[in-house]
């Protein structure tokens, strides 16, 4: 402690000698201190927070002040303060708020005098919401993470380099703008990460700046379906209200309102709210989400708001802090995100605030109600419309040309910012643990950063393991030159390559794939894949090699050529797992994997020409050579059912068996995001989405030259998008149209292919999932469709043992339309989230409206 301690010290010091500031700590009745208080210093109409131990410091230019201490459940305090050019100390001791309780006479057929104050701050949610058409202020963020308790494995992977304690700390300053509707921009001037001095933060101050004005709100990564906030219009369906009495604050009367779910596993909130009684908006907020709001990868987070007027009528959050805990795989940890916010500067929407009067509701009809049992007439309020501000007189502090797609940069000298620096402009003095982590893990980022460490920490992690060759694939790092191999596993559940399979083709199969990347500083990189093949049946030795260079990581533009002689799918989005077809050709004797050999050479082209617009390229040159069936093993001998050819069933074609023959084809895609934002880090361009949906224009062609036997010319246009619907779910959908054209001696492998699925084994749920993988394969116009939703537990909430699995449905719509299909329709019911990453659908399909096939499918449903 007595190290901790002077460490504190040595950190306060640079602070304590700065002319102009201010520091002292906040603590309550028994003089311990108190976490993330507030400081609203009203000259300057911004403020700041205590740190865990209630040390807070202010740097000031010279002059008086009023600041205003508040902490939710305490009562205010207003000191006056004279900032000269030596340093200042100030303790303030808060008390508890004493809650006075109205004077009303409650009867039992009256309701809480909470719920008419809750109307109020409803009838004006929107007003709040909307009541400036432009604002600007500096937020300075902090970020921790901590671990409680670490395993030593996880699902048989040894844990390395993770300890107790602090993981995971940074802090920013960013310059947040926003204007009505929705435009924002964030430039982060300055990030700093303990114990990496080269990384820049993650903090989003845009995505921190939640607001109860909204209906439901969404916090990324924390649920899909939202939270109703206790404003939302309709709040009272979701919430009891519980009057707990009222404190006064500068002349302003501040009701404490309790907030209570109707039902236990709604998506809502619960703790306290407080509503300045009158203007009806809100004070300040203690609300938390638990799991039972559905919430995932946390146990709670307590979200706490202060609000205060920054302008005549306008008030805006000053301070922010989402706490949380969570558990899992034998880790135990928590931490928190806080912001405040200063320099507001705003444009109101309204010259003159609201006026709500009060009227009686209408009077229901004597003999509705007999007179012995009816109410007090319960007043209704009316909202008098705020009159606008004038365009004339609203002082301009935006200019429209900051506001673009760019919603966040993160500057390139972000990071570069001294200790004197952040001891002057941090409003949040660190914690003791805080100062000790960086202070430790600065020191030792030299260490960390050297080969001998990290070599250290790759021995450990490099040991093999039976898990590692058998299920996920074997990886040998050396982190200090950035150089990764990585070996295939021998069996692959998930659909990816496997060193053994087995098919009818070539017998058991060996291959083995290896892949190698190294990584740059600039996050440029490159791959060398080789993969050798060797089937036992048909005594055919296949190598390939693929080389990939990613040269531009901001616009992930990238380059590939590959080339060998190799084995293939027919379909080359490779619509059945080696894993699948292995189990259903041994156990089932069902052969669905239809395989071609070629020797080939292929060049790739990816890279986004501009924002949203990206382009994919591809030349292929391929000597295609058919193969035929060369073993009939199966587990089930004796069944007599037999293996079908290797030579696919196709509606289209009498034959689909083809001779040996030459191709040159070429791809060439173009797909296009309107509206879509994105974050600027010095290293990389995040892509975050769009309100549009996503537009693909894809051609594709066989050429008659250097040899090449096929020509044809194809089209394809697909719109896909995802859709959030607040409380009842998200939705995905996929609709491709696509014709061909000037065919001549095309061959099956040029085809349109639709992915089908026959197996139990749905992976990650792409595609038809009962139709035959060729059958409707086409070389002539087709529609194709795919409709999902996802209720993220709308209606399973409602039934006990569902919600006590966190269960959620799903119902899938699927449509392929062709010469041979004509209409053709699957229609799916399932449950995702079984033991949290599983999914089951039962799937119907029908032809021209006459039902065809039924079946299960088990596949990933995170």
């Given amino acids: 402690m007595r190290a901790a301690y002077l460490l504190f010290l040595l950190y306060l010091l640079p602070a304590i000698t700065l002319a ?45 002040y009023t600041l205003e201490f508040k902490y939710v ?62 604002w600007s202020a500096r937020v300075y963020m902090k970020g921790v993470a901590r671990m409680d308790k670490v395993p030593s494995k996880v699902l048989g992977v040894r844990v390395v380099d993770v300890d107790t304690g602090i ?122 989400l638990t799991k039972n709001a559905g919430i995932e990868f946390v146990d709670f987070i307590r979200v706490r708001q202060v609000y205060a007027p920054v302008q005549e009528d306008v008030w805006m959050p000053v301070s922010q802090r989402f706490t949380f805990e969570a558990a899992g ?48 007439r319960r007043q209704r309020p009316r909202l008098i419309k705020p009159q606008e501000a004038k365009s004339q007189e609203q002082p301009a502090i935006h200019d429209d040309k900051l506001f673009s797609r760019e919603v966040l940069v993160v500057e390139r000298e972000a990071n570069t910012r001294d200790s004197a620096y952040w001891a002057e402009i941090r409003p949040v003095p660190l914690t003791q643990e805080e100062t000790r982590d960086y202070h430790k893990k600065d020191s030792l980022e030299v260490i960390r950063e050297s080969r001998v460490y990290k070599d250290s920490v790759d021995r450990i992690r490099n040991k093999p393991s039976f898990g590692s060759f058998f299920l996920r694939g074997y990886t040998y790092s050396n982190t200090y030159e950035e150089k990764y191999y990585n070996l295939d596993p021998l ?20 291959n083995v794939g290896l892949n190698f990347r190294k990584n740059f500083e600039d996050r440029r990189r490159y791959e060398i894949e080789p993969t050798v093949r060797y089937g036992f049946s048909n005594e055919k030795l296949n190598v390939k090699l693929r080389l990939s260079y990613t040269y531009n990581p901001i616009r992930r533009s990238s380059v590939t050529v590959e080339g060998g002689r190799f084995v293939d799918q027919i379909n080359s989005t490779e619509p059945i797992s080696p894993f699948a077809n292995t189990v259903y050709t041994l156990l089932l004797e069902r052969n669905y994997l239809k395989l071609y050999q070629r020797d080939f050479g292929r060049i790739n082209y990816r890279s986004e020409l501009l924002n949203g617009v990206t382009v994919l390229a591809s030349l292929d040159y391929s000597n295609r050579m058919p193969l035929q069936n060369t073993t009939d093993y199966t587990f089930r001998e004796g069944s007599g059912t037999g293996f079908t050819s290797n030579v696919p069933e196709n509606a289209e074609l009498a034959d689909a068996s083809f001779e040996e023959h030459q191709a040159l084809t070429a791809a060439f895609t173009v797909s296009f995001r309107p509206g879509m934002e994105y974050i600027s880090r010095p290293d990389r361009k995040i892509n975050i989405g769009s309100r549009w949906p996503t537009i693909s224009l894809g051609y594709r062609g066989g050429i008659k030259a ?105 119902v899938s719509l699927h449509y392929l339309n062709t010469i041979e299909s004509e209409n053709y329709f699957e229609l799916g019911l399932g449950i995702e989230h079984i033991f949290k990453v599983l ?13 065809a096939y039924t079946g299960l499918r088990v596949g990933l449903g995170f």
């Fill in 20 to 64: 102009g500031s201010l520091r002292g700590r906040i603590t309550d009745e028994k003089n311990q201190g108190l976490p993330f208080a507030s400081i609203y210093i009203k000259e300057t109409a911004s403020g700041t927070a205590s740190n865990d131990q209630g040390y807070f410091q202010l740097q000031l230019p010279p002059g008086t």
């Fill in 73 to 134: 459940g305490y009562k205010s305090r207003t000191e006056t303060v004279t900032i000269g050019e030596e340093a200042r100390e100030l303790n303030v001791q808060l008390v508890p708020e004493v809650l006075n309780l109205k004077e009303v006479v409650v009867r039992a057929a009256d309701e809480d005098p909470a719920y008419g104050i809750m109307r109020n701050a409803i009838r004006l949610r929107k007003y709040h919401r909307d009541e400036v058409n432009a």
């Fill in 706 to 810: 250097l040899g090449g036997d096929v020509q044809y010319h194809t089209l394809a246009l697909r719109i896909s998008d995802e859709l959030s619907l607040g409380l009842v779910g998200s939705s995905e959908f996929s609709f491709t149209g696509g014709t061909f054209w000037g065919k001549q001696d095309m061959q099956l492998m040029d085809y349109r292919h639709f992915n089908g699925n026959r197996t139990v084994f749905a992976g990650v749920y792409t595609g038809f999932q009962l139709l035959d993988y060729y059958r409707y394969s086409t070389n002539n116009r087709y529609l194709e469709g795919h409709f999902e939703h996802h209720f993220n537990g709308f209606l399973f909430n409602k039934i006990p043992l569902f919600r006590r699995l966190k269960w959620q449905e799903v």
């Fill in 839 to 851: 999914r089951v659908d039962f799937m119907t399909s029908f032809q021209q409206g006459q039902k």
């Fill in 329 to 376: 795989f034998g880790f135990k940890g928590g931490g928190y995100a806080m912001g405040v916010y200063s320099r507001y500067k705003v444009q109101p929407a309204y010259s003159k605030p609201p006026v709500l009067e009060e009227q009686p509701e209408p009077e229901q009809t004597e003999a509705a109600i007999p007179a012995e049992t009816k109410p007090a």
């Fill in 491 to 510: 069996l692959s559940f998930t659909g990816g390559p496997s060193i053994l399979q087995y098919n009818t083709v070539e017998g058991v199969v060996a």
């Fill in 167 to 288: 993981v995971y700390l940074s802090e920013s300053v960013s310059e947040l703008h926003f204007k009505k509707p929705n435009r924002v921009h964030e430039r982060v001037i300055s990030s700093k990460v303990s114990g990496k001095k080269q990384d820049f933060s993650f903090n989003q101050a845009s995505e921190m700046n939640i607001s109860f004005y909204d209906n439901l709100l969404r916090v990324e990564g924390l649920s899909e379906r939202g939270f109703v906030s206790p404003l939302a219009n309709n709040a009272l369906f979701f919430y009891r209200f519980e009057y707990l009495g009222t404190f006064q604050e500068n002349g302003r009367t501040i009701n404490k309102i309790k907030v209570i779910p109707k039902r236990k596993n709604d998506p809502v909130f619960r703790g306290s709210i407080y509503i300045v009684d009158g203007s009806w908006r809100i004070h300040s907020t203690d609300l938390t």
